[in-house]
């Protein structure tokens, strides 16, 4: 472990976690731009939070330790997971205690924690976002899985950043089996960040919420931590796509120290490019039923598959 | 008189002061202080040191013994080897903390007195640690017998109530069946020697088709005795029939004994294994993996969405079997081994999650006497120790890190990246699917925890007499505490385990992982994959971010709470009966997977004035398979039945016609 990476670890930690709630922000900026309207301060997702922060906690009579502990469980879990996915570099000391599958149960805890917790309180809506979140996960967990699957198959790994680095140092270009798990990750990516089409975190519209019905009784602190966690959600897996799909930029074994310092304006692009996409995707399409969002997972699911059996055939 | 010289002495002995207990039991058998005060910790202990002989020798050669007892001419084999030694590690561990949890359990009631399942208990633990010794055809089926009946009387317990009858007997017909088959690929296996000491059908000389035969019937034997689909409807059946620390036995350790058969029989007994074998227990596996989740996800009956979620990691286990076969088969032995590493650390996993879980639920229905699902909740407000020990069990059973379920889930996808390279077309492009079905059982699976977790013991208690649940007592409670730690262990030090682990691949398919270089906290499939995984750091990490951050918040902001009423939404009027019920929460389920179930529905008209929903689930294997199959038995029976004349002499007619028959045959 050398300083270098030390460092290298030290400010993708730190970027992650200062830079998530700006992500979601970029994310509601472009959303109302594109939607025609005024748009919030880039900032409004950080004054939120502080203001969460400054609040009296009010935790229903009914609530268990396990509803407290919950939001610093999910928040523990993102920071992780944060430190863990090579956004800036791929050489983290970190990452070794956790390849990709293990990534994938991390994100698991989080909303296993997450869901319980919502049932904690006993209330109508509590239960009803914690069954609907469980019912995302449990088919977009295998997606992501399978998607992930593939990268390793291509660079015989399944440490996220030696697969970054093996698909960084090839030549520009897309494996085909590649094109269809990232489809497949843009589906679970929208799905597992409580995004349109599966839910919408703009509404309370009670019937259609998900993460929002889950999250109806935390205030104050908590609340703000569970934000924070779900902005850092995103730029996770925002983070995961760049890593397995667009992993160029990022400073490797072979770029020097220099290349950390280039990776950081590389990655603003990047997420620039993404959160205008996600936008777009979410402004072009409309929310789907409760009862469609297995059909959208399980097309995710087939088309990670797909992409494996596309690259058992093609071996490419 | 014995000297204990050896570890497989140290067993013996031990085994048989089971036994001894077991009888103890009947000097005072009405007594619950002295059998379950005295007899059921002794128990424990014993446990105890079994898996500490059993840990402490499994890297020493294998050891036989011959025990003159039995019928002339035929005594007892007996062998301790590495195979043998995990599992008995595995009984003597889990029983451990089950007996010290029964101690505290069993209570005067109506159904056998406490000093017969006393004995009942104690000759079953007995005979699973002799089913795991045996080293003869003869000894093992005894062992086997023994084990069958005795957990069969320990079923029918409460033998007062049809519904346990019933399951019961679907217990014991399954068993034999099964044990029928079992015998007959120990029949195949001797090879025309006509010896049936297993040293002797490690020698004889099979040819490829009667080997295959041989491993059809052990597969269907064990197979039936460990609930692979479709052989599998005794377990939700016999498991809520049982006692709580019973099913725990059953469940988390009789099981194993039959997974224990079929590597024995597989990898040690059959000489030159087809790598294709390894197709149908991949295939069952998977399916069961599948089916056992879904199933449990829709139970509304906690010990019977335990069963079925036991059938899922059945399931995993056999994926796990079938994976290793087919590695070992062309020659690709160190991913056999890696598969098999996967596969005995799955089973030891299941062993201490299952019986936690089915001993909690024992605590649960003692405190409240309701095992439905729909009538609990909110049961982490009065019995919080039982609460969070569970919160444990259930974390691992979903197979979450850095607990243990998810460690063998984490080795099994890793044999499965290997795959597609195994050198048969087609096949190894096939054999890579099965990862997906794995993933998706294992998502399945943590849906069917949260499930379980929250209805049972979050939310709001469903009905007005929980508020009288009491929390479990000390033994109770030291029990779970065993089980729980032996999660974490598990789950934060698998490098050692598998260390361990790595005499009974060694064993079975002549290679262990290749020694790696790594520190102990940091574990890799093989150390040429740049995969690793490390469970103490994952937990130090996401414990240090917690504690950092709660106090961060605390000290730069403040830690005021106000406790209000729930707010839901605004909803004015909430009551318990809103909460989702073990129904609704598996409804997305039984919405998703719609085929796999046979369904009753009742859905009320608009204009009812007293609408009425109901809805059973069942399992289509039942209608499909064995219905079909109890008539045609059925018939078959119905037409012999003229043989049964029902006077003496005419039975002794056909026995000695029979004689002659067989004479003529012979002579």
């Known amino acids: ?316 | 008189m014995l000297t204990v010289s050896s570890p497989l002495d140290a067993c013996l002995l031990l085994l048989s002061a089971w036994g001894l207990i077991g009888v103890a039991g009947l000097v005072r058998p009405g007594s619950v202080v002295f059998v379950a005060r005295v007899l059921f910790p002794a128990g424990a202990l014993i446990g105890a040191a079994i898996a500490l002989v059993a840990a402490v020798s499994i890297g020493s050669a294998p050891e036989r013994m011959i025990l003159p007892v039995g019928l002339p001419d035929l005594p007892m084999h007996l062998r301790r080897d590495a195979l043998s030694c995990v599992f008995l590690f595995l009984l003597g561990a889990a029983s451990t903390g089950i007996s010290i949890f029964a101690a505290g359990y069993f209570r005067r009631g109506q159904g056998t007195p406490p000093g017969l399942l006393c004995l009942q208990y104690h000759l079953f633990l007995a005979s699973m640690g002799f089913v795991l010794l045996a080293d003869d055809a003869y000894a093992f089926m005894v062992a086997w017998e023994t084990m069958a009946l005795s957990s069969y009387f320990l079923v029918t317990a409460q033998h007062g109530i049809p519904d346990i009858r019933r399951a019961g007997f679907l217990y014991l017909l399954i068993a034999h069946v099964g044990a029928i088959a079992i015998l007959l690929s120990f029949g195949v296996m001797q090879g025309g020697s006509w010896q049936f000491t297993f040293d002797a059908m490690r020698d004889a000389e099979l040819d490829s088709n009667w080997a295959t035969i041989a491993f059809l019937l052990a597969l269907f034997g064990f197979g039936a005795k460990a609930g692979l689909v479709p052989l599998h409807v005794w377990l939700p059946e016999a498991h809520p029939a049982a006692p709580s620390p019973v099913s725990a036995l059953m469940s988390g350790v009789m099981l194993k004994t039959a997974v224990y058969g079929v590597l024995r029989v597989t990898f040690d007994l059959l000489d030159g294994a087809q790598w294709w074998w390894g197709l149908i227990p991949l295939s069952l596996g998977l399916f069961s993996a599948v089916y056992g989740a879904v199933f449990a996800a829709v139970q509304t009956d906690m010990k019977r969405l335990l069963a079925w979620s036991s059938i899922e990691n059945i399931g995993i286990i056999f994926t796990a079997l079938g994976l290793a076969i087919v590695f070992q088969g062309v020659g690709m032995h160190a991913l056999a081994a890696l598969a098999l590493v996967a596969l005995l650390y799955h089973c030891l996993n299941h062993a201490f999650i299952k019986s936690l879980l089915f001993l909690g639920t024992g605590a649960v229905l003692h405190a409240t006497g309701e095992r439905n699902l729909g009538r609990l909740g909110g049961l982490i407000q009065r019995m919080p120790w039982v609460a969070w020990l569970m919160l444990v069990g259930t974390l691992a059973m979903a197979g979450l890190p850095p607990l243990n379920g998810f460690v063998s889930e984490w080795l099994l996808l890793q044999s499965f990246l290997f795959a597609h390279e195994v050198p048969k077309s087609f096949v190894n492009m096939l054999l890579p699917m099965g990862a997906a079905l794995v993933a998706l059982s294992a998502a399945l699976a943590g849906y069917v925890m949260v499930k379980f977790y929250g209805v049972v013991f979050l939310g709001q208690p469903r009905e007005q007499a929980l508020s009288h649940a009491h929390d479990a007592g000390f033994l109770e409670r030291a029990g779970l505490v065993w089980l729980a730690v032996g999660c974490i262990a598990l789950g934060l030090f698998p490098t050692h385990v598998i260390a361990s682990l790595q005499a009974a691949t060694l064993q079975l398919t002549g290679y262990a992982l290749p020694a790696s270089e790594a520190p102990w906290w940091l574990l890799f499939p093989l150390p040429e994959r740049q995969a690793s995984y490390s469970a103490p750091i994952f937990l130090l990490a996401v414990l240090a971010v917690v504690i950092l951050t709660a106090a961060v918040v605390r000290f730069l902001y403040h830690g005021r709470i106000r406790r209000a009423p729930p707010w839901d939404c605004g909803f004015a009027r909430t009551d318990a009966r809103m909460q989702d019920s073990a129904e609704g929460f598996g409804q997305p389920i039984r919405h998703i997977f719609q085929a796999f179930f046979a369904m009753d529905r009742e859905l009320p008209s608009p204009t009812d004035t007293a609408p009425r929903y109901s809805v059973t689930v069942r399992d289509r294997v039942w209608r499909g398979l064995y219905e079909p199959l109890g008539t045609v038995v059925q018939r078959i029976a119905d037409s012999v039945a003229w043989l049964q004349q029902g006077r003496i002499s005419s039975y002794l007619l056909y026995s000695f016609i029979t004689l002659i028959a067989l004479l003529a045959l012979v002579l």
Request: charged letters at 10%; one cysteine or more.
């Open chain 1, 1 to 316: 472990m050398t300083h270098h990476e030390i460092s290298a670890q030290a400010l993708q930690l730190v970027a992650a976690v200062a830079a998530a709630p700006l992500f979601a922000g970029w994310i509601a900026m472009c959303r109302a731009w594109l939607q025609n309207r005024r748009a919030p301060g880039l900032l409004l997702p950080y004054r939120g939070i502080r203001k969460l922060f400054h609040k009296d906690a009010v935790i229903a009579e009914t609530a268990s330790p396990l509803f407290r502990l919950a939001p610093y469980v999910v928040f523990g879990a993102m920071v992780l997971a944060a430190a863990i996915v090579p956004s800036l570099s791929t050489r983290l000391p970190f990452a070794s205690a956790a390849d990709a599958i293990a990534l994938v149960g991390l994100l698991a805890t989080a909303r296993v924690f997450m869901s319980l917790a919502a049932m904690d309180v006993g209330t109508a809506f509590g239960s009803l976002g914690a069954r609907r979140e469980m019912m995302v996960g449990f088919l977009a967990e295998p997606a992501l899985l399978m998607v992930v699957f593939v990268a390793s198959l291509i660079s015989a790994t399944t440490a996220l950043p030696a697969i970054t680095e093996e698909l960084a140092t090839q030549h520009l270009g897309l494996y085909p089996s590649l094109a269809f798990t990232a489809v497949a990750f843009t589906m679970v990516l929208l799905a597992e960040n409580a995004r349109i089409p599966i839910d919408n975190p703009a509404t309370h519209l009670e019937l259609t919420m998900i993460h929002e019905a889950m999250i109806l009784e935390y205030s104050a602190r908590h609340l703000a931590l569970i934000e924070w966690a779900a902005s850092l959600k995103l730029f996770v897996y925002a983070c995961i796509g760049f890593s397995l799909f667009a992993p160029w930029g990022v400073a490797t074994e072979s770029g020097g120290p220099l290349s950390l310092l280039t990776s950081i304006p590389v990655l603003v692009a990047k997420l620039a490019l993404a959160g205008a996409g996600l936008a777009l995707i979410e402004t072009v399409s409309a929310k789907l039923r409760v009862f469609r969002a297995p059909e959208f997972l399980a097309s995710a699911f087939m088309f990670a598959v797909l992409g494996l059996l596309v690259h058992l055939l093609l071996g490419a």
